[in-house]
């Protein structure tokens, strides 16, 4: 179960300001509205804004939501945060201020206060007549997770706001890389670029947390020692993200170089299995282990 803040709860359980704001006759006023994500994808807002023209004041604020209890609480927490606010104000309002006002999130749901704040951006641009894609960066961004529609503009800029160090926090943040996880090798090396472009501290391997699995000479390990070390990446770095998509990995069996596993649950069944297997799992044991690693899926027994 996920640790949630008694301020995430109470919002969850009486959310604040959630509803529409209908067109109004209103002499001085507007109504703008920013929708981001979609149910397919688990979780999708509107937000609602009742602008004063002249002023650029927000007036009133609501939101309807389809999520869980941290999408729901961000995006009341959101609409509390602008109402009083002008436009120009409102755009400075971050993903962290968001999580900051329920007294923080879990990690993994992160991605729900950046929903919001993207609602917020979607509004105000829908308002201005603002291009949004175009407006977000210098380009308009190339398709990176193609199971949630993510582009490399989305992920480097959460990279840079939020100082994120690792594919497992981007996916945590935005869900790229959290499907069929053929995507994150290049999510790495977004990370990587974007470090160099804005000197982030550079990262650490994800692994570098609990200082096992950094590099090691492969010729220095004994078989122990590399099998231990296999099952330390898959079960830090590999499975946290295979079982947020309903699937599993199991080392069944190290011969020299050749990783043999057994894909379980959605991981078994999918037809990304293969990509999954070479991108995501090889990859990782090859940047962490050995570059000769070749990762093999067998069959269970029975
Ligand atoms: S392409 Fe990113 S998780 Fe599948």
Known sequence: MWEYTDKVLELFYNPKNQGEIEETAEQNVKVATGEVGSIACGDALRLHLKVQVDTDKILDARFQTFGCTSAIASSSALTELVKGLTLDEALAVTNKDIANYLGGLPEAKMHCSVMGQEALEAAIFNYRGIE????????????????FGI????????????????????????????????????????????????????AAPASNKSAVATKIAPSTLTTVQKIAL?????????RPVLLADGGDVELYD???????????GACGSCSSSTA??????????????????????VEPLF
């Open 151 to 202: 582009s490399d503009t989305k992920i480097r800029r959460v990279i840079r706001e939020n100082s994120l160090i690792t594919a497992e926090e981007v996916t945590n943040y935005v869900k790229a890389g959290g499907g069929c996880g053929s995507c994150l090798a290049t999510i790495d090396d977004i990370i990587k670029e974007v470090q160099r472009e804005s000197a982030l501290p550079i």
């Open 276 to 297: 999954t297997l070479k991108i995501a799992i090889e990859a990782r044991l090859r940047d962490r282990i050995s570059q000769s690693i070749v990762v093999e899926a």
């Open 230 to 238: 296999i099952q330390k990446v898959l079960d830090e770095e590999v």
């Open 254 to 264: 190290v011969e020299g170089d050749r990783v043999k596993v057994l894909l379980q």
């Open 132 to 147: 949004r894609e175009v407006h977000d960066d210098d380009d308009e961004g190339t398709l990176i997770c193609t199971c």
